[in-house]
Each structure stands twice: as C-alpha cells, then as structure tokens.
C-alpha cells in the first residue's frame, strides 16, 4: 500500500488528472443520489431458471389503493439496463409491479412496500416463453460493435478490461489496430506498432484474434510480440484490453491481454465499397528513392528476383546475383486504400447461416528524415544524417462462417490473412568510429505475413442442467522474409568517395501454432462453475545468410574499382583473380529453431451473492500452466555445433476478482493474479543479427529465466450512462526474474541483447468518457474521452564505481524499468449529430519520456522522448448509401527523439509526415 502512495503523489499532472476526475465525479453522479430523504426502488430482473441479468425489460409500477386502469394508478416505469438492474424514486407506499419482456413471460409482483428516507430492492424472476433464444440471439448479435455494448461488456465483466469499438473507430482518423488501441487508457504504442500496456513493454502482453492468440515475426525485431500494423481498422468489431487475470484467460500476461475482435454477423445483407485517397506533406507527388524492386511487388510479395540464384558460390554467386544496387528518383503518387464487405445472414426453419467477408488493400510512400548520434561517457560514437524512402504495400482478407443447426448450437469458421510488404531505400552520410567521412545506402525489402484459422462450437445442454461445452480448433502462422538486403558504406578519400564496407544479406523466419481448447460451464443457482484444458504447440524457424565483397585481393591494376560509382562497382565482370573477391560473412550468418509447448488446466467460479441488500461478484480459481521451450541454435556456417536453451516449468497461478456493486450504475473492484512471462525463442538464440536502421548487434542470452509476476488492482468504475465511463485504478506489480532489452557499448557498434531484473511497478489510470450536456443542453452532442495514466517502476541494480583513492564502491540502487513511459494522456472531444450525420473528433496523444533501452550505466541509457500526436477525423452522412471521411494524422507534425546521457544528447531523431485523406464509402 505504501508503493500505491507514492504512485499517487508528487506531479502537477497527477494533481490536475485527480482534480478532473473528482469533478467529473460530481457531474455524473444523480444528485437524487446524494439524497437520503426520498425513498428509492432498485433492484434487477433475471432469468428463473439461469439466473443470468435480462437487460431491456420494462418495470411498471401501480399503486395498490387504486384499481389497475382507474386514473392515477400508475406510478412509473422503468426500461432494465444491460445487467438487468433499474432504479426508480416513487412515493412511498404500497404498490404492484408488472414486468414484460418479449422474451418472457409477463410477470406481477404484489405488495411491495416502499417506506419513507429507504431504499428498497427487489429482484424479479421471468420464465422463458418459447420464443426467446431467437430474439436474444438476434439483439446480441447486432449490438457487439457499438459503443453501448463495449460499456456494457466492460461493466458486466468479472475482470477489469477497456475496450473501443468499431462505431467508435469510424469516429477516428486510426487505419489500423495499433492507431485504435493509442486511445485506451494505460496504453502506449512503440514504433507504431508494439503495444506496452501499465509500464510494462510488449513482452508482457498477449494479443488475441478472435479468441485464438496470435503473434507476428519480423526480421528486424524477431520477437513474439504482435505488430498490430497488420490489422486494418476496417476489419475490426471492437478491441478489448483485459488488464487483471482470470483463470480460463491465457497465464503469461501481466500488462494486457489486447483481444481482438474482427467483424460480426449482419442481421441484413449489406455490401459495401470504400476509397480512401491520402496526401501526405512532403511525400505525395515528391520524387522518392525506389530500389529496382521486382515485378510482384504491388502485390506484397516478392517475384523472386531478390532470391539467392541457384547453387552457386563465391564469384560465380556475384555473378549470378542482379546488380540492383543503384536506388532510383521517382515521382510518388497519391496514397490510397481500397476495401469491400459483404455479409449476409440466411434462415432455413431452424437452421441459421451467416457470413461476413472483406478484403483491403493499401499502398502509400512515405519518407523520414533521420539522424543518428549516439554517445558513450559523453563522447560520441558516430553521427550521421539522413532519409528513409519507402514504399509499402498492404493486403488483408477477412471470410467467417456462422452455422447454427437449432437451438442451443452454434458453429463458426473464421479465417483472416494480411500480408504486408516494405521497399525501403535509406541514405546518410556522416562521422563513423573510424573518423573518416563517410556515406552509406541500405536497399531493404521486408514481406511479413499473418494468417489465422479457427472452428469452433458452442453448445449448452438443456436436458444437462444447461450444461455449457465451449470448443476450438486453430492454427495461426507468421512468415517473415527480408531477401537480398544490401548495405554498403563509401569513406571520402580527397574528392573521391572509395568502398569501405558492404554487406548483402537473406533471411526468414518462420512460425507456425497449432492447437485447442475445451471449456465446461454448469449453472449453478446464480453461479458458473467452470473448467477447462487448453494446449498449444508453437514452432519458429530462423536463419539468415550473409555475403560481402571483399576489396582485399585486388591487384594493383584494379584499385580503380574500389572508386566506381554505385551501380557499376558490383558488375559481375568486377569479380574474379586480382579482383574483388565474394565471401561469406560469417559473424552475420547463422540459425536457429525453436520449439514451446503450452498445457493448461483451469477451475473456477463466478458467484454473484447478495449480502444485506448489497451485490456482490466473485470470480476467482486457479490456472496451472505446463510448458517447455527449447531452442536450438547454430551461432555461424563455420561452428556448426549446436547451442540448446532449454525453459522447462510448471507454473501455479491463482487469481481473484472480487466486485462490489454499490449501486446500479458502479462498481468497485478488487483483483489479485500470478502470471508468467517466459524468454522469447529469438532472446534465447545466440545468433547476432545486424540491425542497420539502429546501427546495433543484436544477439540473444541462452541463460534468460522466465519472469513470475504478482498483481494487485483496485478499481471504481461508474456508467452514468449507456457508453459513458469513469474509472479510476490503483495497481501494483512486483516482477521477479523480469526480461528487459539492454544495449551495451563496443568498439564496432551498440550490442542489443536481454537480461534479468527484479523490481516493483506501481502506478494509478484514471478514465473519463463523458457527454457535455450537463453544462448546458447545446452541448449534449459534444462528448468528452479522456484518460491518464502514471507509472512509476523501481527496477534494482548495483553499481559499482571506484572513488580518488582506489577505494571499490558498491551502491544498490533502482532505476525505471525498460520501455516503460512514466505517464501516458490521451483526449478526445467528439461531435455527433444524428440528424445532419455529421461526426468530428479531435484526439490528442501524449507520453512521458520513456525508458527505450538499458544502458551499461545510467550516463548511457537511452530514452524516447516526450512528443505531441494530434489527429482530426470529419465524417459525414451524405444519404443511407453514401459517406465521406476526411482525416488529417500528426497535425503537428511531431518528430521521434531519442537521447542518451544526462544531458539528453541526441541518440536517434525521426521526422513525422502529415497525412491527409478523404475516404469515400458507398453501400449497395
């Protein structure tokens, strides 16, 4: 409790947050509420036989003195809300109540007494009429998307969690998952496309699609974490962030788990075609750098031209290879994205069909101006200045299947694929270690692919007690594939520029997940009892081969060679005795495959319980986790012999989630998890990989532990409205065995490898989502998203120093913990008008200066530094088939700094494009 103290103290941010917070408190909360003098009906309508809440039931209330019809015998109504709760202020007396529902069957409820300055609560039971599986189907179904839903899901939950959805998404300027999940709170987005959630980075997170988990390879990175660049907005029902465990929820996650929700069933056809072209400032109709490329390259994939020729070798491999080294100037042209869904629901008797399918494509170009000046004890390493040309290219596809043969059974088949590739032509010149003026070119091009499978059935048994069986079937995979990357790297020699280094590399990754789970859910009374297996098999396989021209055979006679301009220095004529030589480059070659199987087991209870007329929910078990990770790795084609990590462990992790409901529109929630985090294949691989964007080694650390976390939260949360939220969370993390990313100085070049670390991570959210109207009736169609997050994390560490005399000094101290943004802010106002159609949102994003890498010292760690993101989104309605958006990104034009060293000198710079875009969509 006390690291929760010191969490909620000390900035003006924090202040301010807390001051909003209360008075938006204030606004919210009915003042009738804060009011003991007139008395109160509440109280909820359920199903009898499930005892499961029935939202939009309709609660009449009579007086009984009168006969039912005579003139004034009625004294209210009320509609129930999502959790089936209602609230009504009548006089006091004695009265009847009618219940109706088109669901249920009509129930009365006589002589109820309501006394003066009390409160009173009721609970009605409604009996299913024979038609009710069909009309709550229905309702369910049409309303997963919407903002309502989302608030109501997130209110009902028995574990904290915070969602957008995609009514809100249309709302925003975001084109992908990654720009979505920037607006929930306690969310930050690294390098556009990794997720870190509470201070804790992407390690710790765990992304779903559909239900089934999901992770997405990259050469340049190599890690699990999924890059949620991949998922087009368009295709997504709603995003979840599940923060606090639960025992039938995946155990290796502590920060979040982002579960994402792509498109729902229609309840009617509908077909829809959209276009959205984009200029962005500075890059559209600009000429751009672009590599020679191949002929499939619209396509995100490549033709093969970039492939390694055959089984050739040394010379005859230059030879053979296509001298694509030269970069071109060509005029870009104006972004744009195209997309069409279609979906259709069909009824056959008893027997339901659905389907919902969409297919995306995006190209754009883009250009970022960089500079690169790290420094070591305050001495710099090197400094260099340049641009990054780009062209990328985006296609996704989206086809799920519903199949329901009656009731009490539903099947469905979802299927996505996105394929995303990168031409990227990146050119600096600058100060290297060695000293000599220097000027480089890199010519990159990256295919990455995400695909993901799932069949799964839902069933409950009547005859069985209700009896609830919940299976899948999946397989997700993750291709990564960077072919015939070039790099090379020319010193000033007088006035001319002579061949230093080169290097020309092939690599893939790929990886595959197979696998299944069953869950059993039996009612009992108000409760779930619950149970359930769960096993995954993952495989990745990665290897990367290296060549570079070697100048050191030349003969006197071909020096000239070393000074040919760019695109003739590489001819295959310029290969061969007293010429350049073409050799492997060993310390850049290697392999690795890996290997993690996961076997779950899980018991619970959900056991909603009424004590002196409060609710109550408790939600809690117990999850055990089975898993071994191997991994197997081959350092260069001239050691062969194999290096084996191997993470072998069987892991309890307990949780509770315990809610108390005060009244019907709150809620305060306490939450306690264990959760694992274990090494990433690629951290344990001791293969290096030669990061040329960020000029670093990367290598992984076969002797990494896996990481136990214990969670603590506590939470208010209040709807004074359908979709309006307030919440406020204090939450706690203690982290053992933690992995962060670390760079370490050496004399060629920064080495980024992974460590262990203990420590705290303590902090507080708080949310508001809230209309206007309060302030004055002209402003109910302004809304108002806004939340705030602060972290504070204590990481220990020892540091050893040597004072004047000699003397060895060891001093334990703590730092921040790796990745982690000491405060993050998000703002949103939100005007809607139902009548003109017309909707426009003005966001801000913010985060605190954040720890991006562990340095040797303090004095060498570096930090992204503190930027502003605003965006502007216009929508409007032109008629029922037709719409127009328009959106403008990074308004401000904010660049991503990086610093090193106490006096924040520069590490890394890259400048941010605004971009402009009118999206047209037409319904048929």
């Not at 000074?563 to 060993?586: A, H, M, T």
């Not at 990074?890 to 710079?909: I, Q």
């Amino acid at each position: 409790m006390k690291s929760f103290l010191s969490a909620l103290g000390g900035r003006t941010r924090a202040g301010l947050a807390s001051s909003i917070a209360l008075l938006a408190l204030s606004t919210i909360v009915p003042a009738d509420a804060w009011s003991a003098a007139r008395p109160v009906l509440t109280g909820r309508v359920i199903d009898a036989e499930t005892g499961k809440p029935i939202p939009y039931a309709s609660v009449a209330l009579f007086r009984e003195d009168r006969p039912e019809g005579a003139p004034g015998s009625a004294a209210g109504g009320v509609v129930s809300g999502e959790d089936g709760s209602f609230r009504m202020q009548p006089a006091a007396g004695f009265y009847r109540a009618i219940v109706t529902h088109v669901a249920y069957q009509t129930a009365r409820v006589e002589h109820i007494e309501i006394r003066e300055s009390q409160t009173t609560n009721v609970e009605f039971k409604l009996a299913a009429s024979e038609f009710k599986m069909k009309a709550v189907e229905v309702a369910g179904e049409q309303a997963k998307s919407t903002e309502v839903s989302v608030v109501a899901r997130q209110k009902e939950a028995s574990v904290v969690s915070d969602g957008v959805s995609a009514e809100l998404i249309k709302k925003t300027p975001d084109a992908n998952a990654a720009d979505v999940l920037r607006r929930v709170s306690g969310l930050s987005v690294v390098d556009d496309k990794y997720v870190h959630i509470r201070g804790v980075t992407d390690r710790y997170n765990v992304a779903t699609m559909d239900g089934v988990k999901v992770s997405s390879t990259d050469t340049d990175t190599d890690k699990r974490s999924f890059t949620f660049d991949l998922v087009p907005g368009s295709l997504l029902s709603s995003t979840v962030v599940v923060k606090t465990a639960a025992p039938d929820l995946p155990g290796d996650f502590s920060g979040g788990l982002v579960q994402v929700n792509t498109l729902d069933f229609p309840s009617n056809r509908i077909l829809k075609l959209s276009f959205s072209p984009t200029y962005t400032e500075g890059v559209s109709t600009r000429e751009l750098l672009r590599s020679e490329g191949s002929s499939t390259d619209w396509r995100a994939t490549d033709d093969g031209s970039r492939e390694i020729p055959g089984d050739a070798t040394g010379d005859d491999l230059a030879r053979a290879l296509p001298n694509t080294w030269g970069a071109r100037a060509k005029k870009s042209s104006i972004n744009g994205s195209y997309g069409i869904s279609y979906g259709d629901r069909l009824s056959l008797g008893r027997h339901k069909f659905g389907i919902i399918s969409s297919l995306n494509y995006k190209q754009s170009y883009g250009r970022t101006e960089f500079k690169q000046e790290p420094t070591f004890m305050g001495y710099p390493v090197f400094t260099f200045d340049g641009t990054r040309s780009s062209y990328s290219v985006l296609g996704a596809g989206l086809l799920n299947l519903a199949y329901s043969p009656g009731r009490g059974h539903d099947f469905s088949l979802r299927n996505s694929l996105v394929r995303n590739a990168k031409d990227q032509v990146s050119v600096s010149e600058g100060l290297p270690a060695s000293g000599e003026w220097a000027r480089r070119q890199t010519i990159s091009w990256d295919e990455r692919t995400l695909y993901s499978t799932q069949l799964a059935g839902t069933h409950e048994l009547r005859a069985f007690h209700r009896l609830g069986i919940d299976w899948k079937l999946f397989r997700s995979g993750s291709d990564a594939y960077e072919p015939d990357r070039k790099h090379v790297e020319f010193e000033r020699t007088g006035d001319l520029w002579a061949l230093k280094e080169n290097y020309r590399t092939w690599s893939s990754l790929g990886e595959t997940t197979r696998g299944a789970s069953a869950d059993i859910r039996l009612p009992f009374g108000l409760s779930d009892l619950k149970a359930g297996v769960f096993t995954e098999t993952r495989k990745r396989d990665y290897e990367i081969d290296a060549y570079a021209t070697d100048p050191s055979y030349l003969s006197s006679s071909n020096y000239g060679l070393l000074v040919l301009p760019l695109d003739s220095i590489f001819l295959p004529e310029n290969y061969g005795p007293g010429k350049f030589r073409f050799v492997p480059l060993v310390r850049f070659t290697g392999e690795y495959d890996g290997k993690e199987e996961i076997r779950a087991y899980y018991g619970m209870i959900d056991h909603p319980f009424t004590l002196a007329w409060m609710r109550f929910n408790a939600a809690g078990g117990l999850r055990v986790e089975r898993s071994v990770l191997a991994v197997n790795t081959i350092q260069a084609i001239d050691d062969p012999i194999p290096i084996t990590a191997r993470d072998e462990k069987t892991e309890t992790l307990p949780s509770l989630n315990f809610t108390y409901m005060p009244t019907t529109w709150g809620n305060l929630r306490l939450a306690y998890g264990r959760s694992v985090n274990r090494p990433e294949l690629r951290e344990m691989a001791n293969v290096l990989y030669y990061d040329f964007e960020r000029e670093q080694n990367v290598i992984g650390n076969p002797d990494l532990k896996h990481a136990l976390i214990e969670n603590y939260d506590l939470r208010f949360e209040a709807f004074p409205g359908d979709d309006q939220v307030l919440a406020f969370s204090v939450f706690h993390k203690h982290l053992h065995n933690a992995i962060e990313e670390q760079l370490l100085p050496s004399p060629e070049r920064f080495v980024r490898t992974w460590f262990n670390s203990d420590g705290n991570n303590d902090g507080w959210e708080a949310e508001i989502r809230k209309t206007l109207g309060f302030i004055h009736p002209r402003l109910s169609n302004f809304t108002l998203m806004t939340n705030y997050t602060q972290v504070r994390s204590a990481i220990a560490y020892t540091e050893k120093s040597t004072d004047p005399q000699g003397n060895r000094i060891v001093r334990e101290k703590t730092r921040p913990m790796q990745g982690q943004a000491p405060w993050t802010q998000n703002l949103s106002l939100l005007y809607t008008s139902q009548r003109s159609g017309t909707s426009v949102n003005l966001l801000l994003n913010r985060a605190g200066r954040r720890l991006d890498a562990v340095g040797d010292t303090r004095d060498t760690d570096v930090y992204e530094e503190t930027r502003n993101v605003v965006d502007l989104s216009l929508s409007q309605r032109l008629s029922d088939r037709l719409d127009l958006k328009f959106t403008a990104k990074n308004v401000v034009g904010a660049d991503k700094v990086l610093t090193v060293g106490p006096e924040k000198s520069t590490f890394m710079r890259d400048s941010s494009d605004k971009a402009y875009s009118l999206s047209i969509g037409v319904s048929i």
